[in-house]
């Protein structure tokens, strides 16, 4: 009976110890989701960041194209 005592015992402390891995690893995944998280929103800043360069530099562009066309005669213009 002793033995069969000890088997249970030794069940049961198989699968705490499992349980506590289980948590281990949760909690070892939403830290890994947290900083993807974290990394993804740096990304995306830096994409708006970027975009909105772009978008400046267009505006600029087609400002100085506004500019050297207007003090430029077009052709179909008669002298």
């Known amino acids: ?13 198989s ?3 499992c349980g506590v891995d289980v948590a281990t690893t949760a909690a070892t995944v939403g830290a890994l989701q947290a900083e ?6 740096q990304q ?3 994409i708006e960041k970027q975009l909105e360069e772009a ?9 100085e194209l506004d500019g050297t066309t207007s003090d430029t005669p077009s052709p179909d213009a008669t002298p």
């Open 36 to 41: 993807e998280a974290k990394q993804a929103k």
């Open 1 to 13: 009976m002793k033995t069969g005592t000890g088997m249970l015992l030794l069940a049961a402390l």
């Open 44 to 46: 995306q800043e830096t």
């Open 55 to 63: 978008r400046k530099l267009t505006d600029q562009r087609l400002q």
């Open 15 to 17: 699968l705490s110890a």
